[in-house]
């Protein structure tokens, strides 16, 4: 029977993968996260202090929030407990927390580990608060989506968010020097290959060592491959975006800020990130009219016309032939001047709007459609701005109790400066009408 288990290589463990071989064994050989795990770091101090809290770790896929639970429980001595919230119900959690509890009647602590934490739903949630409270657990939950809005707030204020961040390229480089010291193999890869594959992990440092072993695999005796080979040989990876989570916001305000910035490259290299991710078109396309009239506004009237249109022309074209217009208005909005004059005029006016209630406007300016409403003043005095030199009348249209508001504050920018001009001349003639009048 032995014999049997020999020839199938059964007598050995399981072959591990690479990435679960490299895991480090202390903190400080964490890569990517100095600033959490490095001698000034947040997680460091906490050790140092012989106590922390309850934590959420919060960031991209494989970046170390799993490990560095692991070394957590190590340096402090507490049991080591990990449940995924994708397979656990609250039949799961009373057991965990019953475990631990029993283990803390024994003078032993749990750290317990819940992967993708915000999966849980708000009554799952609540069932952590009060092991929590008393010492029963200290909670690690390990999120990849924004805690602000995937966790409740009575779990947050229990616990301390630290944010893992992705691996940078000199960080997923060592990853791939200590693949290579620990299986005393050299990438295959030239050097431009080499950089390829680095930018194919995009940040994760589980993708850049799988990719690795898929290289290693793929490799016959003394064959180098070359950008191009690697690229056929390991298919891409989809890029890290969640059309309905935290990418999504992330990247609609980029695209917002750098348009508003006047930075048409990176406003058209935020608008190809969204469209390689699968954004819907035409939520990117409102986006684009919303900026229009937000951060343009009248000092380019056109702004409105042309991001319509290319909506417009989406619509009409489909994809992939209507995305072209869509990077169209992109950098002509870019390019455009900028005012948010009207943005900030319709939020005054709003303002004052509701502060002031259902004040009537003046009788000079509503209409005497009967007897008795004309009777009362319905329209008296009211002046018909076209018979007027200038056509303009000057005559005060604000309800008595309120009296003249100034809302619209034109920049020097673009078409807004002939606005400004414009406001300027009637005010100064308001002025003449009234003095004329006195």
């Excluded at 200038?390 to 508001?405: C, I, N, T, V």
Aim: charge should be negative; proline fraction near 4%.
């Amino acid at each position: 029977m032995s014999d049997l288990f020999a020839s199938a290589g059964l007598q050995n463990d399981a072959p591990r993968p690479l990435a679960d071989r490299l895991r480090p064994r202390s903190l400080a050989e964490v890569v990517g996260q100095e600033h959490l795990t490095g001698t000034d770091g947040s997680l460091t101090r906490l050790l140092n202090g012989k106590s922390f809290g309850s934590l959420v770790f919060w960031g991209p896929p494989g970046t170390g929030k799993t490990t560095v639970a692991r070394l957590l429980a190590h340096e402090t001595d507490l049991k080591f407990e990990q449940i995924s919230a994708i397979f656990s119900g609250i039949a799961d959690l009373k057991k965990v927390f019953e475990a631990a509890r029993q283990r803390r009647a024994m003078g032993q602590g749990t750290l317990l580990f819940v992967d993708e934490i915000h999966r849980f739903n708000r009554a799952q949630l609540d069932a952590f608060l009060p092991v929590m409270e008393d010492g029963t657990v200290t909670l690690v939950g390990a999120t990849t989506e924004n805690p602000s809005f995937e966790l409740n707030a009575a779990l947050l204020s229990r616990a301390r968010v630290l944010l893992f961040r992705s691996l940078d390229d000199v960080a997923i480089a060592k990853l791939l020097v200590r693949a290579e010291d620990l299986t005393g193999r050299s990438l295959p890869l030239d050097e431009d290959a080499r950089g390829v594959l680095v930018r194919m992990a995009d940040g994760d440092g589980r993708a850049c060592l799988t990719l690795a072993e898929e290289v290693w695999r793929s490799a016959k005796r003394d064959e180098i491959f070359d950008a191009a080979t690697l690229q056929e040989i390991v298919q891409r990876r989809a890029p890290i975006y969640d059309k309905s989570q935290e990418g999504h916001y992330n990247l609609i305000s980029a695209l917002h800020k750098t348009v508003r910035g006047s930075d048409p490259d990176a406003a058209l290299y935020y608008l190809c990130r969204m469209l390689d991710g699968g954004e819907d078109r035409l939520f990117i396309a409102r986006r684009l009219v919303r900026m229009a009239v937000e951060d343009i506004g009248l000092a380019d009237p056109q702004a409105l016309v042309v991001a319509t249109a290319a909506k417009d022309a989406f619509d009409f074209l489909g994809s992939p032939e209507g995305e072209l217009a869509l990077a169209q208005i992109t950098v002509y909005l870019a390019c455009a001047p900028k005012s948010n004059a009207v943005y900030n005029a319709y939020k005054a006016a709003t303002r004052v709007a509701k502060e002031h209630g259902s004040l009537p406007p003046p009788r000079t300016i509503l209409n005497g459609s009967t007897k008795l409403m004309r009777k009362i003043g319905y329209g008296e005095g009211y002046r018909y701005d076209h018979d007027e030199p200038d056509a303009f009348s000057g005559q005060d249209y604000w309800p008595e109790a309120l009296g003249r508001q100034y809302f619209y504050e034109p920049t020097d920018r673009g078409m807004e400066t002939r606005y400004g001009d414009r406001l300027a001349h009637w005010e100064a003639l308001r002025k003449q009408r009234r003095d004329e009048e006195r």
